[in-house]
């Protein structure tokens, strides 16, 4: 089974940078995804962390620790409509399971 | 390719009544995945299906649950005997999985479902 631990909610000031951590233990590995997610609409994939190490994509970054079943999604110079829901993902064999998100609320 | 598309984006049904879903996955995608979400929560897996095979079942899938892509294109899932727990956004999404890299999904825009 999964387990897929991220915090529930997150406030930061426009312009900052935000760190949302998600933890997760899984049966197999084949992968570790973000989403954001705004109210009311699908998920939208942000980034994918297969290997150990920092992948960078513009102000979002994600690193993932696989020994320790560790990722965080790093977002920089923060901006009013990066106000969303964050969902970490773990996709093992043949699909992929979603913590439950972390609101983040970006205030001016 | 306009995306992932799924019909109705609002149901409002009675409760006891029968509802039917439909996704349009990316046409060059093999995967296709049934999620349920409700407010507050991630995505819950449901089914999924490679072309038109259905491969795995969540336990959250009761027998009044019924998923099938008859053509490995687009897919329903029905629902039989609504209840009101089963009010929840449904999404679907696909992917293309072959060789090499993993890739994540495109989800749809989700039918909301409110069973009254």
């Known amino acids: 089974g999964q387990n897929i631990d991220q915090p529930t909610e997150m406030t930061a000031t426009e312009g900052a940078i935000v760190q949302i951590n998600c933890t997760y233990q899984?049966?197999?590995?084949?992968?570790l995804f973000w989403y954001q997610q705004h109210a009311g609409e699908a998920p939208t994939f942000l980034s994918y962390?297969?290997?150990?190490g920092l992948e960078e994509k513009g102000r979002f970054s994600s690193f993932l620790s696989r020994s320790k079943g560790y990722s965080y999604l790093l977002l920089k110079e923060l901006q009013m409509k990066d106000s969303a829901s964050y969902l970490c993902?773990?996709?093992?064999?043949?699909?992929?399971?979603f913590g439950a998100g972390t609101r983040l609320t970006v205030k001016p | 390719d306009t995306g992932v598309s799924q019909d109705p984006r609002h149901k409002i049904t009675k409760r006891g009544q029968n509802v039917t879903f439909r996704c349009d996955p990316i046409?060059?995608?093999?995967?296709l995945y049934w999620y349920r979400q409700t407010l507050g929560q991630g995505p819950e897996f449901l089914t999924y299906?490679?072309?038109?095979?259905?491969?795995?079942k969540s336990r959250l899938l009761s027998d009044r649950f019924s998923a099938e892509r008859p053509k490995g294109s687009f897919s329903t899932l029905e629902i039989q005997r609504t209840e009101q727990g089963d009010s929840a956004m449904y999404l679907c999404?696909?992917?293309?999985?072959?060789?090499?890299?993993?890739?994540?999904?495109?989800f749809g825009s989700g039918t909301r479902l409110t069973v009254v």
């Open positions: 999404a696909s992917s293309q999985d072959t060789e090499g890299p993993i890739y994540g999904y495109t």
């Open positions: 899984t049966s197999g590995f084949n992968g």
């Open positions: 962390n297969v290997l150990d």
């Open positions: 993902a773990v996709r093992d064999t043949n699909d992929m399971r």
């Open positions: 046409s060059e995608h093999n995967r």
């Open positions: 299906f490679q072309n038109e095979a259905q491969l795995e």
